[in-house]
């Protein structure tokens, strides 16, 4: 998993984990960024260790899935509890993110965020979005606002997104409910469940047609769309050395098998470079 050679897309990336540490704060071993032996899952936490679960800036919440496909050959799905994503590019997430950090409480309106969601539509529509938290992170479906496309045997192609659906069906809690919580809820509620079952997803592939935009992760596919099953995920166990494993694997949105390839997203190249050095900064710190 390289750094990528373009220049501008090395230098707004490390601008996007730069800005990022600003705001949340630098925690050595977490991810600064916002995206099992054969097959391994964990939840991604949010910008800062320190958000408890309960919290509404806790969400949206991400998930990494990655398939070991033999000695140093694996591919990955990236995914987060939000079909929204605010911004196109790399370049207009770090403006997102900076008319964020430039918008304190106290600060007169209009803000520099208010001015950058009132020219942004996208924007607005992601953090308007509903985001309630989950009973569990087994009964939330993950989405991957990236299109990939999927190549045949005969040379056909398909475009997809990936989006991963507890078994169990969605649950979530209301206000009263979540009062009552505690800060890592969700972390030892997974714990727990999977001391007593596995837990599974569904991984499904929204499939494109004809016409829809396929470089651009603000754009929704209609919910007509079909849905295929491509198979289970289930999540067994959790590793001894959890804390340990988790400080160290690099989730990669590039597609690292045959049959698979990238679209035209921009973000995905971008994506990748942020995990990237926020990776190398977490093994660092370790």
Request: hydrophobic content about 40%.
């Amino acid at each position: 998993m390289p750094l990528p050679s373009d220049e501008q897309i090395l230098k707004t990336s490390q601008g996007l984990v730069a800005q990022l540490q600003s705001i949340f704060g630098k925690h050595p071993g977490f991810r600064p960024a916002l995206p099992l032996p054969s097959l391994s899952a964990s939840p991604i936490p949010p910008d800062s260790p320190q958000i408890p679960d309960a919290s509404p800036n806790a969400n949206p919440r991400g998930l990494g899935i990655r398939f070991n496909l033999g000695e140093h050959i694996h591919t990955d799905i990236n995914a987060h509890s939000t079909p929204f994503f605010p911004t196109r590019t790399g370049a207009e997430f770090l403006e997102f993110l900076k008319a964020l950090a430039a918008s304190p409480p106290e600060t007169l309106s209009p803000s520099p965020i208010e001015k950058f969601l009132g020219a942004n539509p996208a924007a607005l529509g992601f953090v308007q979005a509903p985001k309630p938290a989950p009973s569990s992170f087994a009964r939330e479906i993950f989405y991957a606002v990236n299109a990939l496309k999927v190549v045949g045997a005969e040379g056909k192609s398909t475009y997809i997104r990936y989006r991963i659906v507890p078994a169990v069906g969605e649950h979530f809690l209301d206000e009263a409910a979540i009062k009552d919580e505690g800060p890592d809820f969700l972390y030892e509620e997974l714990q727990k469940c999977v001391a007593e079952e596995s837990v599974t997803f569904r991984v499904m592939a929204q499939l494109a047609e004809e016409g829809d935009v396929v470089d651009d992760a603000t754009v929704h596919w209609p919910e007509s769309r079909q849905l295929a099953e491509l198979g289970t995920v289930k999540v067994g166990t959790v590793l001894p050395n959890n804390a340990k494993e988790q400080e160290r694997i690099i989730y990669d949105p590039i597609p690292r098998v045959e049959g698979i390839e990238t679209s035209d997203d921009p973000l995905l190249e971008m994506r990748a470079a942020v995990y990237l050095i926020s990776g190398r900064e977490r093994r660092a710190a370790d």
